[in-house]
Nanobody
């Protein structure tokens, strides 16, 4: 069973930076994707960024040029460097990992970490 442990959320002023990290434990496929989604009050959960075990990245339009996703495959850990933060980045950030290369496939979510950006 795969589990995710997130860390790094908090309160920051607009224009500041934060780093989120998420470590996966358990029976993890070597072929997988890890990423971050966020959900603000009253809004749907949206993609922030994902990265595959091969290094391919996808970013949500609202964070392109400001956020950078990276991963350490040896540690099964994904990082999200968030720069130039805006009040509209305020949300609960959820880590996600999935793989269809293992039987059965898995799609796992973390518990979420709050990011609050003050104006």
């Amino acid at each position: 069973q795969v589990q995710l442990v997130e860390s790094g959320g908090g309160l920051v002023r607009a224009g500041g930076s934060l780093i989120l990290s998420c470590a996966a434990t358990g029976t993890i496929s070597s072929i997988n994707a890890m990423g971050w989604y966020r959900q603000a009050p009253g809004k749907q959960r949206e993609l922030v960024a994902t990265i595959t075990s091969g290094g391919s990245r996808i970013y949500g339009d609202s964070v392109k040029g400001r956020f950078t996703i990276s991963r350490d495959n040896a540690k099964n850990t994904v990082y999200l460097q968030m720069n130039s933060l805006k009040p509209e980045d305020t949300a609960v950030y959820y880590c996600n990992t999935y793989s269809i290369a293992r039987t059965p496939p898995y799609n796992v979510w973390g518990q979420g970490t709050q990011v609050t950006v003050s104006s």
